[in-house]
């Protein structure tokens, strides 16, 4: 029975709150989360199933079985890791050689040596639903202790997994933004050396720029850029 789990319960929670944001990008604390979780147990393997908008896919993992095992549960669009992210809830699968549960998955999971399984809800954000996937490599590997145990991990987890999707969602707002200014500056660069040029309004200065970018399949910020920067050359060289 894999009843230590996790073997050092406090010291595994004390590093989950030492996961620092802005140290690594999203998907390097979803495989720390992981790898975490698997250095603390023995003889299984771990994943972390994503569940958004319908579409389900394995964050991370540490081993290539329990990748496997994921996978054939996405196709098959049944499975233990799929239940408890949809529904939840905590799953159990003490022996996967004589489960009967989601088609023929659990036989599927006992040919690639995965003898129980234990997958875990993880609510990470009000779209984001997410599941801790603890492959056993024997019959009946998670006792009553280990799963309260795994619960208590997978429950800190998710906290850590919603800061931190949070935190990856304001840096790349802020970064759009930033881009969004950038690309609205140059546009109205360029409206101001047609407008010099040609001696127009600014509605009629855009309205130039957009033709060109349909006419030439290019991106207006793409020609507003060229033409700030063929400006900006001729007015070195005129010197």
């Not at 939840?88 to 399984?117: I, K, M, Y």
């Not at 850590?160 to 935190?167: F, I, K, M, S």
């Not at 010099?196 to 309004?201: D, H, I, K, Q």
Request: charge should be negative.
């Amino acid at each position: 029975m894999m009843s230590q789990y996790p073997s050092q319960p406090e010291r595994v929670l004390g590093q989950l709150s030492l996961i620092k944001l802005g140290e690594t990008d999203l998907g390097g604390i979803l495989h720390h989360v992981t790898h975490l979780a698997g250095q603390s147990l023995v003889g299984a393997d771990v994943s972390i199933t994503i569940v958004s908008a319908g579409h389900c896919y394995t964050a991370a993992f540490t081993s290539d079985m329990a990748l496997r095992l994921d996978e054939l549960q996405y196709q098959g669009n049944v499975g233990p890791c799929l239940q408890a992210a949809v529904e939840q809830s905590t799953v159990l699968v003490r022996d996967t050689a004589h489960d009967t549960r989601w088609n023929r998955w659990p036989a599927q999971a006992a040919a690639a040596g995965a003898g129980s399984v234990l997958s875990i809800s993880m609510p990470i954000l009000d779209d984001l639903d997410g599941a801790l996937n603890i492959y056993g490599r024997t019959t009946d590997a998670f006792d009553g202790d280990a799963v309260l145990a795994a619960g208590a991990f997978a429950e800190h987890a998710a906290v850590t997994l919603a800061n931190a999707h949070l935190y990856d969602r304001t840096v790349n707002l802020a970064r759009q933004m930033q881009t969004a200014m950038e690309h609205r500056a140059v546009i109205e660069q360029a409206k101001g050396i047609i407008i010099a040029e040609r001696r127009c309004a600014p509605d009629e200065a855009f309205a130039a720029l957009t033709k060109i970018s349909q006419d030439s399949n290019r991106k207006l910020r793409d020609i507003a850029a060229a033409l700030v920067a063929r400006t900006s050359t001729g007015q070195r060289d005129s010197r």
